[in-house]
Structure formats: C-alpha cells, structure tokens
C-alpha cells in the first residue's frame, strides 16, 4: 500500500469519526464525494483493514449505511437505479 492511499484512508477515518461525532442525533446523514473516499468510509465504518477491501463507485452511486446500538448494517452500495429513471432522460 502505497502513503497516498494510506493517507486517504486515514483521512476516511478521521471524517467517519467527526461525523459520528458532531451529527450523532440525526437520524440521517447524506455524504457526497468521489468514489475512493467513499469506498474508504465504507471500510472505516465496517472496521475493515486497511486495504483489503474496495468497494465498487460508480456514478452518482447511492450507499446506504445504518449504525445501530450492537451493528452496522450495509442495506445496499452503488445503487444507480435513478440514472435510467424516464424523467431523468428527458
């Protein structure tokens, strides 16, 4: 693993952190970035070691993660259904 690659997954965890910290009674939080901060965040928030996981991006990709009391739960990743939505084309 490479430093800048180190380096962007300290920094996913660093903004996991102050996020969980700072918005912990929202019920949601929108993140938006590009894909290799995202896939980072994922695998911060899933406590996943470093560099052995990536997560697919695509664009404009929808993640959604749950943070409950005992689990973290990933309902669903790069979910892109809204791009081939008929008014979206238009």
Known sequence: M???ALD???RAERILLE???DY???KRIAIVSHGKLISNLINAFLKLP???VAFPT???GIYLL???EDIRV???INRQGHLSCQWFHR
């Open 2 to 4: 490479n430093s800048s």
């Open 8 to 10: 962007l997954r300290f």
């Open 19 to 21: 996020i969980l910290h």
């Open 24 to 26: 912990r009674d929202y």
């Open 50 to 52: 470093i560099g052995d």
């Open 58 to 60: 695509g664009d404009t």
């Open 66 to 68: 749950e943070l409950r």
């Open 74 to 76: 990933v309902r669903f």
